[in-house]
């Protein structure tokens, strides 16, 4: 798996994307109908979206569901897994910390 989004003029297996916007933290970030969140977010050059209660960065570590390192908030649902749930145009996410109290 690729972390970079292949532009549609150049992929060789001529796909048609329909392209999708979603927010993290705020800011805004493209994607393609079809990609998990954690695509969008690993496409724009995001390597981590969470940190561990030591303060290590956590972003995805299995890609399929099974560590929860990946989870962030999305639409204010905490602890979404990235890595299993699809983008969908406007979803917001959020960082998640769990490194003091008042995080979330
Ligand atoms: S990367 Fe392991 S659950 Fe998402």
Redesign the pocket.
């Known amino acids: 798996m690729s972390p970079h989004l292949i532009r549609p003029d150049a992929d060789p297996v001529g796909r048609n994307d329909r392209p999708l916007t979603v927010t993290v933290d705020g800011a805004p970030v493209t994607g393609a109908h079809g990609q998990t969140l954690?695509t969008v977010l690993l496409a724009d050059g995001r390597s981590h979206w969470r940190t561990a209660p030591t303060g290590g960065p956590r972003?995805?570590?299995?890609?399929?569901?099974?560590?929860?390192?990946?989870?962030a908030t999305v639409n204010g649902v905490p602890d979404v897994?990235?890595?299993?749930r699809p983008a969908r145009d406007g979803d917001r996410v959020t960082t998640q910390s769990r490194t003091g109290a008042g995080d979330e």
Do not use: Q, S
């Not at 972003?59 to 989870?71: A, P, Q, T």
């Not at 897994?81 to 299993?84: D, E, Y």
């Open positions: 954690a972003g995805v570590f299995c890609g399929i569901g099974v560590c929860f390192d990946c989870v897994r990235l890595c299993r």
